[in-house]
């Protein structure tokens, strides 16, 4: 069985880290720990011992809190193959599994996009779950803006995350719901789900957070709302040379032009 804990770090950066952890053995795994402290102070109240780092992709608020967790747990760091990590142990690519004690496994996902050596991991059973980085937000997705592509981060979506299980829970590396729906809604105002969500995101407690699923993303995202009659009816109030129809990929990459500036 696996357990779960979203760590909320307080930050600037409104970062999550991730505790994954086999309930049989307590043997974690650590995603994205940049705060160190958090994450060893989570695992040791809840008698887990993190044996594994996983770093989703290279940016230092992901990578910040290595070498401190190395430091107090001897963990081994897991990474994209390409990513420009220093001290990897384990380079990922698409299809690797890994195994947490005797009842976890997660399958690695290469999701390029925010940057192009992006790893998510997904958990298979029941709930199936999705750690996702900076790919796919609560009602968002990525920005491309330090070494990634917008083109790339439209195939991940399309040909990976929009193909996973319904019921997936999304697990991301920060919280930016709140901004993602206000977006969702400058661009499709008639969006029921996105404006009932609104005034409770505004109010909730960060540290226990709303866990969407795919499903609940397909209603609030507007990066998976691409053939939305209203999402192209504004789209084409901002770019007047948009065809009548659109197609999805030009959707995707001019709603991403429009968040990069929103």
Known sequence: MMLVEQIWTGNSGRNFNYLVACAETGEALAIDPLDHQ?????????GWTITQILNTHEHRDHTGGNDQVVAATGAKLLAHHSARIDGIDRGLSAGDMIKIGRTVELECLDTPGHTMAHICVRSHGDRPALFCGD???NAGAGNCHNGGHPNELYNTFANQLAKLPEN???YPGHDYIVNNLRFTLSREP???KAK?????MEK??????LVTTLALEREINTFFR????SVVARLREAFPDLPEHPDQRTVFLKLR???NKW
């Open 168 to 170: 997936t829970l999304i």
């Open 257 to 259: 032009e429009l968040r």
């Open 196 to 200: 009932e969500l609104l005034p409770a």
């Open 226 to 229: 691409l053939t939305s009659p």
């Open 190 to 192: 008639d969006n029921a």
């Open 135 to 137: 790919t796919l937000f």
């Open 204 to 209: 909730q407690e960060t540290d226990r957070a």
């Open 38 to 46: 958090k994450c060893l102070a989570a695992a040791k109240a809840k």
